[in-house]
Structure formats: C-alpha cells, structure tokens
C-alpha cells in the first residue's frame, strides 16, 4: 500500500496543543517524516524517525506512531505554525517515498 | 550549510521532454546522503519523483516508471532529472533536495523549486 491519510484541515488556539495525524498501512512498518511548509516557500522538515527534529527546529513539535497511525504534536502552538502539514513515510517495499496529501493548520 | 539550487526551462511544450538539474554547494554529491526530486502542483500536494545515490542507484515512483530519468554526475557536484512525455498533469514546482543517509528521512535540505509549465 502507498496511500497516506491526512484531514485536510485543522485548527488551534494560540498557546494550545494541537496534533495532526497521518493514517497508513505503510506506518506499521517505517517511521513519518513530518514537513511545515509556508505559502510560496519549500517545504522543511521538522521531525522525523523515532522523534529526531533537525537543528533549529524548537521543542514544541513532536512526533509518536501507533499502529498504522503517525502523528505530529504541537505543544503551545504559535502565530508562526501555521501552514501546510506533510507527513511522508517509505512504502510497505521500502523503496519509494510517499506523501500524505497535507494538512491546512491554523492558529487562531 | 549545503544548498542547492534548480535550473531548466521554465516551459516545456505537451509530448516533450523535462530536463532539470541541481547544483549543490556546501557539499559534496559523493557522500553518504541520497537526493531526490520532488514536484507540487500549483495548489496541490507534494510528491516525491526519485532519488539517486552517488553509485548512481535510483528509485523512482512507480506512478512515473518509464518517464524518469535521475543522474548523477560527480565532477560538477550536481544531479539532474529527465521526465518524458510530459502532459499538462506534469506541471509544477520541482524541488531537488538532500536526504538523510541511508534515506532515513527525505527532503533534510531543500532547493527554492522551480515551476515548470507544460503547454504549447
């Protein structure tokens, strides 16, 4: 399988916990990248593997997996959060790439 | 801090070929990290195209096998994409990027993008 489910959109109050999910049958098996990505930029990676965030990335992004379910928590989420949501994870093969089709966060 | 930048034609006409290709600096294509493209339609989701090992071992998405071309060329620091028989459906913003070593994670660094349209 090589689908991965996102709700297309979700939203926060500012300073409050918000957590975004990515469904899979692939995710039983391989770890979700998670990407923030902002109107007209590329995308970043924020979090990846067993909870691994590159440099630079705050404290407050979080990742866990359950099942055939990944997800992304935001802890105390912030005015600059806001965008685009991808999580992506390797197929059941383990050859190729997929995406999740994104989640629209906003913080209100 | 590596970077990488695309470059090609900004237009391709229907039924013709993609060419693009990224340069990176601040380090080297040989080591043990992978590269992909990837592309987003205007208004749409990401996907990832392929990638390429500096051995020059690839893989591309099975949703585009038999128009994709990923290479790999060491002596300019570079790698390229070859997409065939474009359609409209090919238009987008094509990202080169850096992954992890031992592809733990795709996209760690990522190019600007550079859209590319398919029409006559």
């Known amino acids: 399988s090589s689908e991965l489910t996102q709700d297309p959109a979700v939203s926060v109050a500012l300073g409050q916990t918000v957590r975004i999910t990515c469904q899979g049958h692939?995710?039983?098996?391989?770890?979700a990248g998670w990407y923030q990505q902002k109107p007209g930029e590329a995308p970043i990676l924020v979090v990846y593997?067993?909870?691994i965030r590159p440099s630079g990335i705050p404290d407050r992004f979080s990742a866990s997996r359950s099942g055939n379910t990944a997800s992304l928590t935001i802890t105390g989420a912030q005015a600059d959060d806001e965008g685009d949501y991808y999580c992506n994870s390797r197929d059941t093969t383990g050859d190729f790439w997929v995406f999740g089709g994104g989640t629209k966060l906003t913080v209100l | 801090q590596v970077q990488l930048q695309e470059s090609g034609p900004g237009l391709v006409k229907p039924s013709g070929t993609l060419s693009l290709t990224c340069a990176v600096t601040?380090?080297?294509?040989?080591?043990?990290?992978?590269w992909s493209w990837l592309r987003q339609p205007p208004g749409k989701g990401l996907e990832w195209i392929g990638d390429i090992f500096h051995s020059g071992t690839t893989y591309s998405t099975p949703s585009l096998m038999g128009r994709v071309t990923i290479s790999v060329d060491k002596s300019k620091n570079q790698f390229s994409l070859t997409l065939t028989s474009v359609t409209a459906a090919d238009t987008a913003v094509y990202y080169c990027?850096?992954?992890?070593?031992?592809?733990?994670?795709?996209?760690?660094?990522w190019g600007r993008g550079i859209l590319v349209t398919v029409a006559s």
């Open positions: 601040g380090a080297s294509v040989s080591t043990t990290h992978w």
């Open positions: 990027a850096r992954d992890l070593p031992r592809r733990e994670a795709a996209g760690e660094s």
């Open positions: 692939s995710l039983n098996f391989n770890f």
């Open positions: 593997g067993q909870n």
